[in-house]
């Protein structure tokens, strides 16, 4: 029963870090493009591939530690099914070049951002 607490306090901690950390990109870009789900989503992609790589790479984290930070943390963080209804939106307003660059942007800086993650990973 601990285990399940400790996911949740992590998942709680990742929430709270999404809602941040979205809202500062908000402020700090504007609202006329879903920049706070952006900045998550490729934070996440970093942040997910560093995690992993020390986990299974460099042995740095614990089986459990690994699950607390992915499952909880991330699990919470990351927003991807925010990503599909803002696109969904973006869509429906007949925006095609934004929804492009929301679809395609996210997704390739995301996989630059992943990579760059286990490289840090890597050579630390």
Known sequence: MSKILLIALAGACGTLSRYWLSGAAYELLGRDFPWGTWAVNILGCFLFGLVWILAEERGSLSAQARVLILTGFMGAFTTFSTFIFESGSIAQDG??????????????VG?????LGMGLGKAI
Not at 95 to 108: C, E, H, I, S
Not at 111 to 115: C, D, K, P, S
């Open 111 to 115: 996989f630059v951002a992943l990579y």
């Open 95 to 108: 925006q095609w070049f934004k929804l492009a660059l929301n679809l395609g942007g996210q997704n390739l």
